[in-house]
């Protein structure tokens, strides 16, 4: 058989890898690409051609395949495994942990205790005049418990984003997309923890 009258495929991967394996022996090309030899031989010329070909085309795009999805999972196990940046920007660890509590939404409340209680979602009420229901946006937002530091800290954080919805500020707040605003609302809910610690223990 005339191996190097195989046509390169259109593929450049599938052309190099054709020029490498053209310069050695028949034998060698068909252990590599699982070609069986009988079959080959029973075939025309042209036919063990195609054969030969598609064998080398379907190998060259498995492999392909297989290097984006690796490169893919790679890329996510990257982002997955990196830690967020607010983890080593926040240094006092009391400070991590109250914004770790409120970055998952299990800052202390009333609607949160009163999951785990089986309390009426309508009387899970902020202890404040306002009695609303006490949930994190309440905190952040409304709740006269927290006059002093919404003043002080949250209202002028929200100035870049008038007229959002409580969850959408909440949920700029917390997006720890600017280090400067994480400190500033770590602050924040660490003044939360402590006045609902102090509330508890006068209770
Ligand atoms: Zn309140």
């Not at 404040?128 to 800290?153: D, Q, S, V």
């Amino acid at each position: 058989m005339d191996w190097k009258n195989i046509k390169a495929s259109k593929h450049t991967t599938s052309r190099l890898v054709m020029f490498r394996y053209l310069s050695r022996s028949p034998l060698v090309i068909l252990t590599r690409f699982t070609i069986n030899m009988e079959a080959l031989l029973s075939s025309g010329i042209k036919k063990a051609k195609q054969i030969v070909k598609q064998r080398i085309e379907d190998t060259e795009y498995q492999t392909d395949l297989t290097s984006i999805q690796n490169m893919a999972v790679r890329s996510f196990v990257k982002n997955l495994m990196e830690p967020a940046k607010y983890l080593t920007a926040l240094e006092a660890k009391g400070s991590r942990r109250a914004f770790t509590l409120a970055r998952c939404l299990a800052l202390p409340s009333a609607e949160l205790e009163g999951k785990y209680k089986n309390t009426p979602f309508a009387e899970r009420l902020c202890s404040c005049p306002l009695r609303e229901i006490e949930t994190i946006e309440h905190m952040f937002f409304t709740c006269p418990l927290y006059e002093a530091a919404h003043k002080e800290i949250i209202f002028p954080l929200m100035e870049s984003i008038p007229r959002r919805s409580e969850g959408k500020r909440l949920e700029f707040l917390l997006s720890d997309a600017d280090t400067k605003i994480t400190c500033q609302v770590a602050r924040f809910c660490v003044m939360i923890l402590r006045l609902r610690k102090l509330n508890a223990n006068q209770l």
